[in-house]
């Protein structure tokens, strides 16, 4: 397998570099506006469950335990099962024609679950929903990627990770409203038409770009076909990768497991209406993780530019800032007095998100973005999505019977030690990330 050398590699030992645009040109801007806009409803559609947990408890009659199965250890499930075909086919087909597939399989899915009876039938729909991150997030990374040159993509990346922020608060405001003043079925149905219609936008406004066309490569020829095995074994033999997917999953087992319950939380213990939450709660997600993408995007492209370290920094910094914040928020007597912790608290949880994704994105050759996109995704979301609301409502219904009235808030406690492993391990990946760069210079010298 020949070797990708990076731009910065080529640059130090004096070789030739393919001449690339520094600024991105209208199509590659056309193209984020539009994937960001299916992220947006990729995500708006996962966390309807979250978002209207009350009236579907009520009228599927499910626990809090069920509950956190649905939107964790069965939605990753089926992710997991079908990231890796779906990965290996986007990077050697067409990756906007997958996009626009999956776009269109979780659009009906999302349909079918505003028509279930049971819980059974909730669940098969809402799995099928696991296709469109499978098939819709790594292709646009890599897609991404080949639009947008070397540092650019992390503001490139940060804005496109703006797409679960805007899902989530269009979500709460959309969905908690119809559910208010309709049924929470009519949600997924609506949501369901529009994304059909942001599949076929896919199919004609945004064109596959030459993958590695704006990488600095000496040999073009480098930039080859790898194969499954080849892309798999690479992920995981080099620690800074693997390192960067462990931290990042036990990141998301803190960020799904609180936002999964918050919904509920909120209601029914901290005293909120569909309607506060749809008014309220939206503005906090708005602000709280929209802001995080793109900030965190901008730190990216600042500061690795003077140490790759800062991948790894960043992330475990405002992580320590939001323990304190976390806890505010889950102590706190009332929703109005919860709101502020909150929204600082997901704006510290989510700085991790675009600097892993930039962090494989730079470090894998070209033909290996989207199956590396989807490697990392894989682990991420395994043991954050499939793990972490699963324990939140497996703890909140083991304390149910003795503390009915705040068995949330008990589970809620229990994310705290998270926050310690995901440091560590962001720290642990610092310190592999400047032996790298130790071991690179001084294979250079």
């Not at 809090?64 to 099962?81: K, N, T, V």
């Not at 650019?152 to 804005?159: C, F, N, Q």
């Not at 406004?205 to 930039?223: H, K, N």
């Not at 149910?400 to 229990?414: C, E, I, N, T, V």
Request: one cysteine or more; aromatic letters at 12%.
């Amino acid at each position: 397998m020949a070797a990708y050398s990076s731009p910065a590699t080529n640059q130090q030992v004096g070789k030739p570099a393919l001449p690339i645009p520094s600024v991105p040109g209208s199509r590659a801007w056309v193209a984020l506006a539009i994937l960001c806009c299916v992220y947006i409803l990729n995500f708006l559609s996962r966390q309807l469950p979250a978002i209207l947990a009350k009236p579907i408890q009520d009228d599927l009659h499910v626990t809090d335990g069920q509950l956190g199965l649905i939107g964790g250890f069965y939605f990753a499930l089926f992710y997991c099962c079908i990231s890796i075909p779906v990965g290996w086919l986007a990077d050697k087909t067409n990756r906007s024609r997958i996009l626009a597939l999956a776009c269109a399989v979780w659009s009906v899915a999302t349909m079918c679950c505003g028509m279930v009876a049971s819980y059974a039938e909730f669940v098969l729909a809402y799995m099928t929903v696991g296709f469109g991150e499978a098939g819709g997030v790594p292709p646009s990374y890599s897609i991404i990627s080949d639009y947008f040159p070397t540092g650019r993509r992390g503001t490139a990346l940060g804005i496109y990770n703006l797409g679960p922020g805007i899902g989530a608060a269009l979500g709460i405001a959309f969905g908690a409203s119809i559910a208010a003043a309709f049924n929470w079925r009519y949600a997924f149905l609506s949501l369901g038409a529009v994304g059909i219609f942001a599949a076929i936008a896919v199919l004609l406004l945004v064109r596959e770009p030459r993958r590695g066309g704006l990488d600095r490569v000496t040999d073009q020829s480098a930039i080859g076909r790898s194969g499954f095995r080849q892309t798999f074994v690479m992920f995981f033999s080099r620690p800074s990768l693997l390192l960067a997917a462990l931290g990042s999953g036990a990141n998301q087992f803190i960020t799904y497991g609180l936002s999964n319950f918050t919904v509920l939380f909120l209601m029914r213990e901290k005293g909120m209406s569909l309607r506060q939450v749809a008014a309220w709660y939206s503005i906090v997600i708005l602000v709280g993780m929209s802001g995080s993408m793109f900030v965190s995007g901008r730190l990216v492209d600042r500061f690795t530019r003077v140490s790759k370290r800062a991948y790894a920094l960043i992330p475990a910094a405002s992580l320590t800032l939001a323990i304190p914040l976390f806890f505010g928020f889950v102590h706190a007597p009332t929703w109005r007095a919860a709101l502020p912790f909150l929204v600082v608290t997901i704006f510290l949880n989510y700085f991790y998100l675009s600097s892993a994704v930039t962090l494989v994105q730079e470090e894998v050759r070209p033909d290996q973005r989207v199956m590396s996109g989807a490697l990392l995704l894989l682990v991420m979301n395994f043991i954050g999505l499939g793990l972490g609301p699963t324990f939140v409502g497996a703890v909140s219904d083991f304390f149910h019977k003795d503390h009915p009235a705040h068995s949330l808030q008990m589970a809620l406690y229990a994310l705290a030690p998270f926050y310690v492993i995901a440091i560590s391990l962001f720290l642990g990946l610092a310190s592999v990330l400047r032996k790298e760069t130790s071991s690179h210079r001084g294979i250079v010298e």
